[in-house]
Nanobody
Framework: QVHLVESGGGSVQAGGSLRLSCATS????????MGWFRQAPGKEREFVAA????????SYADSVKGRFTISRDNAKNTVYLQMNSLKLEDTALYYC????????????????WGQGTQVFVSS
């Protein structure tokens, strides 16, 4: 059974940093593109970042480019999201998910999801 468990969320002041982790099990982690998405109250789930199965390529939403960094450790079956220079608008529930397609940027192309970890950015 596939499991994805996010952690590392919390409350932080604007300008601060957080590092999210997503530990996975029950799947061949190194063969999947991994993505991070987020969903704020009343809004649709949106793409944040993705990393190719090998870790050689990454992709970011324009809103986080230059501030967030996605990485993975295939030996630990874990994907990370380093978030720096956090803004109020980064407040959301953050999810990780897996996909067979490197080009996947919409939630519908991702297969399994974690429960999410909450990030709250205050002024």
């Amino acid at each position: 059974q596939v499991h994805l468990v996010e952690s590392g969320g919390g409350s932080v002041q604007a300008g601060g940093s957080l590092r999210l982790s997503c530990a996975t099990s029950g799947m061949a982690f190194s063969t999947y593109t991994m993505g991070w998405f987020r969903q704020a109250p009343g809004k649709e789930r949106e793409f944040v970042a993705a990393i190719r199965d090998s870790g050689t390529d990454t992709s970011y939403a324009d809103s986080v480019k230059g501030r967030f960094t996605i990485s993975r450790d295939n030996a630990k079956n874990t994907v990370y999201l380093q978030m720096n220079s956090l803004k109020l608008e980064d407040t959301a529930l953050y999810y990780c998910a897996n996909s067979r397609a490197w080009t996947a940027r919409t939630p519908y192309r991702y297969m399994y999801w974690g429960q999410g970890t909450q990030v709250f950015v205050s002024s």
